[in-house]
């Protein structure tokens, strides 16, 4: 069985500021690991993955985040935060040793910059 | 690159009326799609997953002769809402993968909203 939890609903964050969103997961074997976002009527946009490899991963629009396989989490990250960046994000796993195709998605984080 | 369409955007129908959605992967082949469904301020639930040429996999509790599936090539697939009512009205989303690796990220097309009258 594979899982992701995202603990906050909603993180507010200053524009300028660094951001942090929280992800943790659950699988039997190793883990694939994405975050999308998703802009309000839209479908979702893919930020980052995780395959193999370096820990932490730089993905599209400044955001990056780390791999932490001792504390199963994937933080996503940004070192400065954009007025732009409010949206919905939500970060997922595939379970890769056990050949299933769905991905698994956590209940979304809502990110609100503030000016 | 890896661009999905999907369409429409918003339909609005009656009762008993059924609706098609397409979703094409506009620039690579995919020989999974991908079904979802989102709830207001709820994460993405899969329906289906689409696979060309061959019959498509439900998930649990999803009715497949209420949610037809038909992934006839490698570039699209149609989710067809028989006789809709107002408890489908949804937020409906397809993805696609590109069909060599498994560690491709789905991409996904920009959702339907159906509202059912």
């Known amino acids: 069985a594979q899982s992701v939890a995202q603990p906050e609903d909603q993180v507010n964050v200053a524009e300028g500021n660094p951001l942090t969103v929280k992800c943790t997961y659950s699988v039997s074997g190793n883990p694939y690991l994405f975050w999308y976002v998703q802009y309000p009527n839209r479908g979702l946009q893919f930020l980052l993955k995780y395959i193999t490899g370096d820990n932490l991963v730089k993905g599209s629009y400044g955001f990056e985040a780390e791999f932490n396989k001792s504390q199963t989490s994937f933080h996503l990250k940004k070192p400065s935060a954009l007025v732009s960046d409010s949206a919905l994000y939500f970060c997922a796993v595939r379970d890769r040793d056990f050949g299933n195709e769905k991905l698994t998605f956590g209940t979304g984080t809502r990110l609100t910059i503030i000016p | 690159g890896a661009v999905v369409s999907q369409h429409p955007s918003r339909v609005i129908c009656k009762s008993g009326t059924s609706v098609k959605i397409e979703c094409r992967s506009l620039?690579?082949?995919?020989?999974?799609m991908f079904w979802y469904r989102q709830f207001p301020k709820k994460s993405l639930m899969l329906m289906a997953t689409?696979?060309?040429?061959?019959?498509?996999?439900?998930e649990q509790g999803v009715e497949k002769d209420k949610f037809l599936i038909n992934h006839a090539s490698l570039t699209l697939s149609t989710l067809t809402v028989t006789s809709a009512h107002p408890e489908d009205s949804s937020f409906y989303i397809c993805?696609?993968?590109?069909?060599?690796?498994?560690?491709?990220?789905?991409?996904f097309g920009d959702g339907t909203r159906l509202s059912i009258l």
């Open positions: 689409s696979n060309e040429g061959s019959k498509a996999t439900y």
């Open positions: 620039d690579f082949q995919a020989t999974t």
């Open positions: 993805s696609a993968r590109v069909s060599q690796g498994g560690n491709q990220p789905q991409h």
